[in-house]
């Protein structure tokens, strides 16, 4: 009795054994096919349990079709229970010729429990508290459903033989339904993992020491235009690649399981049918068993075509940066958030010819600064503001600045300061010591054309354009202030009978005397003489009243006179000449420079046509003569 009930749990093992081994690729066929195969193994083990059954004293037979049966229905549900189901009814029917109505119910009490089991779960696999209350409670229900019928009685050999029927119904209840239950995990898993790799963007792959391919993802089957993955499967590089580089794989493999030493990102160039080339990192690692006997390669093969483009390209646009950088005119640093220099090109070393040793990455910039001020590199820095003006210069990396320096030498550099988001800041700097020079030659012809603009250049006195200026400015500046303001007009007496009798080069050099006269004539700083035009001249007195105008004015007639320049056209036979006087009175608001003008030039006219050689003025509407004005 115990070698049949032994061979019953061989039975029961040698199934789920087979079962287990078949779970992935059922897994991949779908739950439908899968549930069928279970009740299908089931059903087969069942029968071949009833085929070594134990029958008992008593006339009952005994075996594990019970196990199998509630097993199946559990872990596969509705369609595994009636497969293994049936199959056992049409085997029971089979051989007893139609009378096996207790078989038929003990096949249906234990489908119904494993169905129960089955609903009651939810179909998810049972936990192991699970799996110990089914086999407790069920496996003694289910032995119930085939119970001793035809039993006469029960003596000391049959209790021995149900009691142990039932422990070894219970105990292959228990390893069926873990088996079967770490088996599907474990299938699932695979499969996870298969699907993970079929994912994953590098190419991976399995073979055994023979170079076969075991498995490989999707990728890899894709690189070597293969539609699906278990295509691969038992072949060999000689089947997908050329020849050449399949012995050159195959050799190299063997190396790997022969040594045990791994390639470890390996890059290798692939070049394919049309000439494009493909850069991979190859990863080989050799897999071995407890006993050291190799069982396989695992491979993973990674793409790194791009990097391969994007390494070149970097190194391209390093090259000519660095050729931008050598060639270009301008100093170029780099410096970080603490003020040290990160990069620096030759051209900002040379840039200063005392302090450009110490400009070198690394370096402080303080240090730098302190050092170009103690050495005289940058002498107009004030001696008692140097750490003001450090600070200045090294806050300027976070704010940004720019600022012209002026070198011991004569040159000019142009520093513009950019920081940078990342707390690190640009200095580029630009020697415009040409620049400057020629901005200081155009101040100076711009100072020498405006004055050319407004200077007579026989004379060298204002000419009529800065009078007309001086004018307005005066004009407006007296109106606002409410001062007095006068303007005096002059007039070489008979010049064109001097120009007639000496020529126009003495009468040349005779406009030259009088201006000089007139500008050696002794006035306030605020006075402003000019030429008008012709033998005319002018001077504008702001601030000045009518006896203060005189008094000025008297003062040029003199000046001229006691020049003594010889005039035989004129009566008085000296050069002379005659002043006309206007004055706004500070209490006069309205005024205009062409009624100032206006008036001198009719004041000028009366002390033409009253003798020449006098000083008259306008007042009150009409010209007048002061008194003393008498020419002498």
């Known amino acids: 009795m115990w070698y049949a009930l032994i061979a019953n749990l061989a039975v029961v093992g040698l199934l789920l054994s087979a079962f287990a081994h078949g779970e992935p690729l059922l897994l991949m066929l779908g739950p439908r096919i899968r549930a069928a195969a279970l009740g299908g193994v089931m059903g087969l083990g069942a029968i071949a349990s009833i085929m070594l059954s134990v029958e008992l004293p008593d006339g009952t037979v005994f075996d594990l079709r019970a196990t199998l049966i509630g097993v199946s229905s559990l872990l596969g549900g509705p369609i595994a229970g009636l497969v293994t189901a049936a199959l056992v009814a049409a085997h029971q029917l089979l051989m007893s010729g139609g009378g096996a109505t207790a078989d038929l119910v003990g096949i249906a009490v234990a489908t119904g429990l494993g169905l129960l089991g089955y609903r009651l779960l939810g179909g998810r696999p049972p936990s192991l508290l699970v799996t110990m209350l089914f086999v407790v409670l069920g496996t003694p229900l289910a032995l119930l459903g085939f119970a001793a019928t035809k039993a006469q009685g029960i003596d000391p050999v049959l209790s021995q033989g149900a009691l142990a029927s039932l422990i070894l119904s219970i105990a292959a209840t228990f390893v069926a339904l873990q088996v079967l239950v770490f088996s599907h995990q474990r299938a699932e898993e695979t499969m996870l993992f298969m699907a993970a790799a079929d994912l994953a963007p590098d190419f991976a792959y399995v073979k055994n020491p023979r170079g076969r391919f075991l498995l490989a993802n999707q990728a890899f089957a894709s690189l070597y235009g293969i539609a699906q993955a278990r295509q691969l499967r038992g072949k060999t ?84 940066l660095a050729f931008v950088l050598t060639e270009m005119s301008d100093g170029l640093a780099l410096f970080d958030s603490e003020g040290r220099i990160i990069y620096c090109n030759e051209q900002y070393q040379s840039m200063f010819p005392i302090t450009g040793r110490l400009r070198v990455p690394g370096a402080f910039l303080p240090d730098i600064l302190r050092a170009a001020v103690k050495h005289g590199e940058q002498p107009y820095i004030p001696q008692d503001d140097v750490d003001q003006w450090v600070d200045t210069v090294v806050s300027a990396l976070r704010t940004g600045r720019d600022e012209e320096v002026h070198l011991f030498d004569g040159r000019w550099l142009h520093i513009r300061t950019k920081p940078h988001a990342g707390g690190n800041a640009t200095v580029v700097v630009s020697d415009m010591t040409l620049i400057k020079r020629a901005e200081t030659e155009l101040r100076g012809l711009t100072n020498e054309l405006k004055l050319q603009a407004t200077t007579d250049a026989l004379t060298g006195l204002a ?45 040349d050099a005779c406009l030259r005397s009088v201006a000089n006269a007139l500008e050696q004539t002794e006035r306030r700083a605020g006075d402003f003489v000019g030429r008008y035009g012709g033998e005319e001249f002018c001077a504008i007195l702001p601030d000045t009243d009518e006896d203060g105008a005189y008094f000025f004015a008297e003062r040029l007639r003199k000046a001229v006179r006691e020049l003594g320049q010889r005039h035989e056209g004129s009566e008085k036979g000296v050069i002379t000449i005659s002043v006309g006087v206007a004055t706004y009175a500070a209490e006069e608001a309205d005024r205009t420079d062409v009624r100032l003008i206006a008036r001198a030039d009719e004041a000028l006219y009366v002390a033409k046509g009253a003798g020449r050689d006098r000083v008259n003025g306008w007042t009150s509407g009409r010209s007048a003569r002061w008194p003393g004005a008498q020419a002498t």
């Open 463 to 507: 000419n009529r354009r800065a009078i007309d200026e001086c004018l307005a400015i005066e004009l407006a500046r007296t109106k606002r202030s409410g001062q007095p303001l006068s303007l005096v007009m002059i007039d070489i007496d008979h010049f064109k009978a001097f120009n007639d009798i000496y020529g126009h080069p003495a009468g």
């Open 237 to 320: 590089d000689f089947d997908i690649a050329p020849p050449e580089r399949a012995e050159a794989l195959f050799t190299e493999e063997q190396q790997v399981l022969q040594s045990g030493q791994p390639i470890l990102e390996r890059e290798e160039l692939q070049v394919d049918e049309q000439g494009n080339e493909r850069w991979f990192t190859a990863t080989k690692t050799p897999l071995y068993n407890s006993r050291g006997d190799a069982l396989g390669l695992i491979a993973v093969m990674r793409d790194i075509t791009w990097k391969k483009e994007s390494d070149r390209e970097l190194l391209a646009s390093r090259d000519q």
